[in-house]
């Protein structure tokens, strides 16, 4: 019988977020990769769990990928965890999964904490739609360069960055779109987690006087805002098939565009913020025909 691969999901900081099935799935694993056998060591001695450690880094992790093929094929429960959050996600745990799936190996997710949803949802910007960056260049240049890309991106970014280079990388990202609305998210699910929002400049000089006091710790979350106008140009984008049937050049009506984004699943402030601005209505007066669209859609 073959065996199969977990990727699991663990704590980004607070251990009481490892749930039940993560805890029952580690003390299952034959044979459990992770980045920093340190690292996962703890979390094991936590929960009192005693399983192989395989070290599978970004240095080591295609070297060692057959290996564990080989081994999940002769029946073996192989398990991989990174050092914090969701593997694969900016995780060297992609290249395992994709090579697995190749070989037509089977693959469970155990859903853990993730540090990009958990900074998205406690910046309080639009989450409608969104784009994951990762980690930025390290070189100054190519940070320019890769931060003037995203700064034409139709939705909101998220931006993994150390605490060592944070209050850099917030300087450059002032320069590039000083106006944005712009939260540092940092120390997730941890005592002092912290949530700074303010537009990129000031931002960038509220955390210049932090660091200048004293180092940041903990990883940190940059969450930068769809630019406002491009907003309403997506929202135009988004309802152009409401006005399917409309004379050419004819923007749908606005009965139309709401029913077109209670179609979208688009939350109804989102939807009314997006709407108000389209059509140059108070967003109260939008946002009421938006609920009364939702309660005659429910008869």
Sequence with gaps: MSGYISIIGTPIGNLSDASPRVQQTLAAAQLL?????????????????????????????????????????????????????????????????????????????????SAVVCALAASGLNSSSFFFEGFLPRKQSAIDKRLRVLSTIPATCIIYESPHRVCATLHALAAVMPTR?????????????????????????????????????????????CDEATSRELSCARFDAAGAGASAGE????????????????????LAKELAGTYNVPRAQVYDAIVAALEAAKE
Excluded at 94 to 112: K, M, N, T
Excluded at 204 to 216: F, G, H
């Design 251 to 270: 923007k749908p009506t606005l009965e139309d565009a709401i029913h077109a984004g209670i179609a979208d699943h688009v939350r109804p402030t989102q």
């Design 181 to 225: 609305r712009v939260a540092l998210v940092r120390e997730l699910t941890k005592v002092h987690e912290e949530v700074q929002r303010a537009r990129a400049c000031e931002l960038a000089e509220i955390m210049a006087k932090r660091c200048a006091t004293a180092p940041l710790k903990g990883e940190c979350v940059i969450v930068v805002e």
């Design 33 to 113: 990769l992770c980045e920093d056998t340190r690292v996962t060591s703890k979390l094991l001695s936590a929960f009192s769990i005693h399983v192989p450690l395989m070290r599978c880094d970004e240095h080591t992790i295609a070297a060692r990928t057959d290996e564990v093929l080989q081994r999940v094929f002769a029946g073996e429960h192989v398990c991989f965890v990174s050092d914090a959050g969701m593997p694969a996600i900016s995780d060297p745990g992609q290249v395992l999964v994709d090579a697995a799936l190749d070989a037509g190996v089977h693959i469970e997710v155990i859903p853990g904490p």
